[in-house]
C-alpha cells in the first residue's frame, strides 16, 4: 500500500510538470495548476499531521520521513504562489530548487542531497553536528526547521533529571557546536523573509526558544542576533504578505478554500504563540509585541462584527498565554487585556481551571482590572471544586490553587465562597489524602496561600492548622530550610493577621533561623531585608511567642555594619519593629537609642519624621514608654512634627488620629515624663471638636480603655489647664461600659479613673460614684465567693489599692463626702499603703540631706507614716521637745518630675493631701536644688 501510494503521487507529480510544459490552453494551465496544488496540499498536510499524531520517536520519524520526505526528493514544496509569478508553468517552474530566483546566485542553487529522513535519523547531538559540517554547502531553508527541532530534543532532560545551574551550563556548552547552524539560520532569514512556511517557521522558534529555557537563558544571551533577525522577520514578513495579496488577487480564487495549515501567512494563535516564546525566553520587543497586540485585536473586532460568538479567533489557552506572554514580557497592553477578559467571559464555560488559573494571576501580576473576568472564574472554579462542573475536581495544582488565590488577594476581591471552597478541596478526603495533596506545596505555594487567606480576611483555621502540623511534621521540617526569607515572613505574617498562634511552626521558624554555627546564622539573618524583618518580628510578638533568642539576634543583626540596615528602614518598619519588642518586653536599649537616633539625623529629620502616619507615630512613641526608653529629644521632635504649620495644619493631621492612637500617643508622654502642654492642649481640642464639619468630635468613637488611659495621661502629667468639659464628656461617655469591664480588670480600671479625678480635682465628686459603686459590688461578689472556698481573704493588686485608696483621700476627705466603700475593702487597701509601699531603702539624697538637717535639729526622723492620710513621710525634724512644732520634708528626685521639672501628677496628689489633711507644715526640695 505504501509503495502503491509513493508511486501515485509520483507519477501524478510528473504528468503534471510535462502537460504543464506541452501545453499552452489555459485550461490546461488551471488543470496543472490544481492537480499539483492537490499534491502538494496532500504531503504536507499528511506530514505534518502524521507528525501530530505518531510523535517524535525516531522509528516513527523515519517512516513519516519515507512517506513524504523521499517522495519530494528532500524538497519541501512550497504552499503559496510567490508574489511575481502566475498560475500555470512559472508557478510549477518556480518550485524547482534550480530555478529559485533566491538561490539563482548561489552556489546552493543546485538541488539539495540531504533528504529529511538523514536528519531524523541521527542518533545524538555529535553525530547531528557532524551531519552538518559534512553537508552544510548541501542545506536549504527547508531543512532549518528540522534540524533545529532534532537539537531541541536531544538538549531535553530527561525525565526526573535535575536541571541545576552546572547541567545547564553543560549543555551550553555543548549546543555551541551548533554555531554553524545558528548562523546560517541568520544569514538565510536576512537574505529572504518569505522562504520559511508558517509550520517551519513556528517549529525553528519554538525549538530554539527550548533550547533556550534548558541551558538557563546561556543560549539565547550567547545569540541575540538570530533573535533579532526573527522580529525582523516577522515583521517583514506580514508587510511582503500584504503585497502579494494585492498582486495575486486575481490568482487567489483557488487558493480562498485552502486548509489553516496549508496557509503562507501565520494565523493569529501563530503570533500568540510567537509571543509566549519571546516571553519565555525574556526578551522584550515592543515593535512585535505591538504588531502581534494589533492582530489579535483586529482578529476579535473582525469576529465580533461578523457575529461569530461561536466561533472565537482565540480559544481558552491561547487567551490565557497571551495574557501570561505580555505580562511576562512586561509590555503595557490595557486595551488588549480588556478584549481577552471580554471575550474569555464569553467562552468562561469552556475554560479549564489551570487558565483561568494562569489569566487571573497574571491580571493580578499587571494589576489589571477585570471584575467580571473574576467572578465569572470564581463560579467556574468553585463548581469544579464541588464537582459539580465539566472539570474533574482535582485539576488545579498547588501552583495553580496557590496563583488563584494570590490573584484574588491581589487585586481585592475577598471572594469568601472561593476560599471556602479552595479551602475545602484541599482538607477534603481521608488524612492520607490530605497528606498527600498538601505535600504537594513548596515554599512558595505554603507563602502564597496563606499570605491570600490573611489579606482578604478568610481565617479558615482548619486549613491554617493542617499547614502547621504539616510543615513541623518530620516528614517535612528538613523542608523548612528551603524557606526564602520573603516566604518565611508571609507565612509568619499570614499567621498573625488571622489569629492563629500555632507556637509549635513559630519555634521551628525560630530554630531553622538560628540554628547552625554562627556563619549560617549570619547568612541566614543577614538576607533578610528591613520589611521581611519588621513583618517578622511583628508576627512574633502579635501571636505572643516572644523567641528571645530570635529577637537579640535580630537586634545584633539590625545593628551591624554600621547601621547599614536600620539606615534603611522606613517609617513603618521601625514602627512595627519598635513595637515588636515592646510587646514581647525586650527593652533592647542599644536597638532603640539606634533608632532614635536614625529618625533624628539632621540629613533626613524632615523627610524621616514627615512621613509618619498617624498609627506609626503613636506605636512607636508607646514602644518607648513600654520599655522605658524615655528619649526626650525624640518625643520633642514628635510633638514639633505634629503641631507644626498654622493651626488649620495642625488641626488637620491631629484629626488623622483615630481614639486609640489618641489615648496611646498621650500616655505614652505621660508615662515617659515628657510633658508636652501645646500637644496635650491641641488633643483636647481634637477631641472635643469644633463646629467644622472638619473637625467632628472623636468622643463617639472612644472605648473604656481608652478612656482610661486618656484621663490617666492627663493627670498623671499634671496637666491643670485641662478643659473640665472634656473631663465631663468621657466620663458621661464611659460609665455606660463599666458594666462591660471584665471582673479581672475592674479593680485596675475603675481605680484608675478615681484617681485621675483626684489628680485633677476639676469635676463634680457625684461623677465618681458609678466607679466606687462598681468596686464595691464587685469587692462583695469575690470575697463571698473567697469565703465559701475556705474564707481566703481577698487583697487588691498593689497599685490598684494605692490608687484607691488615694482617690479615697480625695473623696472623703478634701470632698467631704461619704464612703462608698466597705470597711474591710478601706481597711484593707490603707493597710497596704502603710506596708508595701513604704520605701525599703532610702535614697542617696535623702540620706545627703538627712545628714545636714540632723545637725541644725534636735530631732530628726525618716519614713514616718502620716496617722492622717497614711503616706510615708521623708524626714520629719523637730527643733524643740516632744511638744514643739514638726516639719516634714519631702525630698524630691527626678522620678518625681517630668522632664521640664514640672511634677507629676502623683507627686501633686501627695503634697496637696499632705498640706489639706496633714497636721504639718510641708516643704519640698527638688533634687536640682540641692
Not at 482590572?369 to 469544579?384: N, Q, S, T, Y
Not at 489618641?662 to 515624663?673: F, S
Request: aromatic content about 10%; charged content about 20%; some cysteine.
Amino acid at each position: 500500500m505504501k509503495t502503491l501510494l509513493e508511486w501515485l503521487m509520483s507519477f501524478l507529480l510528473v504528468v503534471s510538470i510535462i502537460s504543464n510544459h506541452d501545453c499552452n490552453n489555459n485550461q490546461h494551465h488551471c488543470c496543472c495548476f490544481q492537480i499539483n496544488a492537490f499534491i502538494i496540499k496532500t504531503n504536507h498536510r499528511n506530514y505534518f499531521h502524521l507528525k501530530d499524531k505518531l510523535g517524535d520517536t525516531p522509528l516513527k520519524k523515519r517512516r513519516l520521513a519515507a512517506v513524504v520526505g523521499d517522495n519530494l526528493g528532500g524538497h519541501e514544496l512550497s504552499l503559496s504562489p510567490p508574489s511575481n509569478t502566475k498560475v500555470g508553468s512559472s508557478f510549477l517552474s518556480s518550485l524547482s530548487p534550480q530555478n529559485s530566483e533566491r538561490d539563482a546566485s548561489s552556489e546552493k542553487g543546485k538541488r539539495s542531497k540531504i533528504k529529511i529522513r538523514s536528519i531524523i535519523n541521527c542518533k545524538d547531538q555529535q553525530e547531528l553536528a557532524d551531519h552538518i559540517r559534512d553537508n552544510y554547502d548541501e542545506i536549504r531553508h527547508y531543512h532549518i526547521s528540522f534540524y533545529w527541532n532534532a537539537i531541541a530534543n536531544f538538549a531535553k532532560p530527561q525525565q526526573g533529571q535535575f536541571q541545576g545551574k552546572y547541567q545547564e551550563q553543560k549543555l551550553g556548552q555543548q549546543i555551541t557546536m551548533f554555531k554553524p547552524l545558528l548562523e546560517l539560520t541568520s544569514d538565510i532569514f536576512m537574505k529572504d523573509s518569505m522562504v520559511l512556511q508558517p509550520k517551519g517557521l513556528m517549529l525553528t522558534i519554538k525549538s530554539i526558544a527550548r533550547l533556550n529555557i534548558w541551558t538557563g537563558g546561556i543560549f539565547a544571551s550567547k545569540n541575540q542576533r538570530v533573535w533579532k533577525i526573527i522580529e525582523t522577520h516577522i515583521l517583514e514578513r506580514k508587510k511582503k504578505g500584504f503585497k502579494k495579496e494585492e498582486e495575486t488577487a486575481s490568482a487567489t480564487m483557488s487558493w480562498d478554500t485552502r486548509d489553516d495549515d496549508d496557509d503562507c501567512e501565520l494565523k493569529v494563535r501563530d503570533y500568540v504563540n510567537i509571543a509566549n516564546t519571546f516571553a519565555n525566553i525574556r526578551r522584550r520587543s515592543d515593535s512585535l509585541f505591538k504588531f502581534i497586540e494589533h492582530e489579535i485585536l483586529s482578529s476579535m473586532e473582525s469576529n465580533q462584527q461578523n457575529q461569530e460568538k461561536n466561533n472565537m479567533s482565540l480559544d481558552p489557552y491561547h487567551l490565557s498565554i497571551t495574557v501570561c506572554a505580555y505580562v511576562k514580557s512586561r509590555y503595557p497592553a490595557p486595551k488588549l487585556f480588556a478584549a481577552i477578559a471580554s471575550s474569555a467571559v464569553c467562552q468562561i464555560d469552556a475554560f479549564q481551571p489551570k487558565f483561568l488559573a494562569s489569566m487571573t494571576y497574571s491580571f493580578a501580576t499587571c494589576r489589571h482590572a477585570a471584575p467580571e473576568f473574576f467572578d465569572a472564574a470564581a463560579k467556574v472554579i468553585i463548581l469544579c471544586n464541588s464537582g459539580s462542573g465539566n472539570n474533574k475536581r482535582d485539576s488545579l495544582n498547588a501552583q495553580d490553587i496557590a496563583n488563584t488565590l494570590w490573584a484574588y488577594a491581589k487585586t481585592g476581591k475577598s471572594s469568601p465562597q472561593l476560599f471556602d471552597s479552595m479551602s475545602q478541596m484541599m482538607l477534603d478526603g481521608s488524612n492520607d489524602n490530605n497528606r498527600n495533596k498538601l505535600n504537594f506545596f513548596n515554599a512558595q505555594n505554603i507563602a502564597s496561600t496563606l499570605w491570600a487567606y490573611a489579606k482578604t480576611r478568610n481565617s479558615s483555621p482548619q486549613l491554617f492548622d493542617a499547614m502547621s502540623q504539616m510543615m513541623v511534621s518530620n516528614d517535612y521540617r528538613y523542608k523548612l530550610k528551603y524557606f526564602t526569607t520573603q516566604e518565611i515572613a508571609n507565612t509568619l505574617y499570614a499567621y498573625a493577621k488571622t489569629g492563629n498562634s500555632s507556637p509549635e511552626l513559630f519555634d521551628a521558624m525560630s530554630q531553622m533561623m538560628l540554628g547552625g554555627n554562627s556563619n549560617n546564622i549570619r547568612s541566614k539573618l543577614n538576607s533578610f531585608n528591613t520589611q521581611e524583618i519588621a513583618n517578622t518580628l511583628w508576627a512574633y510578638a502579635k501571636t505572643g511567642n516572644s523567641s528571645p533568642e530570635l529577637f537579640d539576634a535580630m537586634s545584633q543583626m539590625i545593628l551591624s555594619n554600621n547601621n547599614r540596615i536600620l539606615n534603611s528602614f522606613n517609617t513603618q518598619d521601625i514602627a512595627n519593629i519598635l513595637w515588636a519588642y515592646a510587646t514581647v518586653g525586650n527593652s533592647s536599649p542599644e536597638l532603640f537609642d539606634a533608632m532614635s537616633q536614625t529618625m533624628l539625623n539632621n540629613n533626613n529629620s524632615r523627610s524621616k519624621l514627615d512621613s509618619f502616619y498617624t498609627q506609626g507615630i503613636a506605636n512607636t512613641l508607646w514602644a518607648y514608654a513600654k520599655t522605658g526608653n524615655s528619649s526626650p529629644e525624640l518625643f520633642d521632635a514628635m510633638s514639633q512634627m505634629m503641631l507644626g504649620g498654622n493651626s488649620d495644619n495642625i488641626r488637620s493631621r491631629l484629626n488623622s488620629f483615630d481614639t486609640q492612637n489618641i489615648a496611646n500617643t498621650l500616655w505614652a508622654y505621660a508615662k515617659t515624663g515628657n510633658s508636652s502642654p501645646e500637644l496635650f492642649d491641641a488633643m483636647s481640642q481634637t477631641i472635643l471638636g469644633g463646629s467644622s464639619n472638619n473637625n467632628k468630635s472623636k468622643l463617639d468613637a472612644f472605648e473604656a480603655y481608652g478612656i482610661a488611659d486618656t484621663l490617666w495621661a492627663y493627670a498623671l502629667a499634671d496637666h491643670t489647664n485641662i478643659d473640665p468639659k472634656l473631663v465631663d464628656a468621657l466620663l458621661y461617655k464611659v460609665i455606660p461600659m463599666i458594666a462591660t469591664i471584665p471582673s479581672s480588670s475592674c479593680y485596675k480600671f475603675n481605680s484608675i479613673i478615681l484617681w485621675s479625678l483626684a489628680v485633677l480635682d476639676c469635676t463634680n465628686p457625684n461623677r465618681a460614684i458609678p466607679f466606687f459603686t462598681e468596686i464595691a459590688r464587685q469587692y462583695h461578689n469575690t470575697t463571698t465567693t473567697n469565703n465559701n472556698n475556705n474564707g481566703e481573704e481577698l487583697l487588691l493588686p498593689g497599685a490598684s489599692a494605692s490608687q484607691l485608696y488615694q482617690a479615697s483621700l480625695w473623696y472623703i476627705g478634701e470632698r467631704q463626702q461619704e464612703s462608698l466603700l466597705p470597711n474591710s475593702l478601706q481597711r484593707e487597701i490603707q493597710s497596704l499603703m502603710k506596708t508595701d509601699y513604704r520605701p525599703q531603702t532610702i535614697s542617696r539624697l535623702q540620706r545627703e540631706v538627712g545628714e545636714v538637717l540632723e545637725k541644725e535639729v534636735k530631732y530628726l526622723r525618716e519614713e514616718v507614716i502620716c496617722s492622717q492620710t497614711g503616706y510615708s513621710i521623708d524626714i520629719v525634724v523637730q527643733n524643740d521637745d516632744n511638744e514643739g512644732e514638726e516639719i516634714a520634708f519631702e525630698v524630691d528626685g527626678p522620678s518625681h518630675f517630668n522632664n521640664n521639672r514640672s511634677p507629676t501628677g502623683s507627686t501633686v496628689l501627695k503634697r496637696r493631701q499632705l498640706r489639706n489633711l496633714g497636721t504639718r507644715q510641708l516643704i519640698s526640695i527638688p533634687y536640682w536644688e540641692w
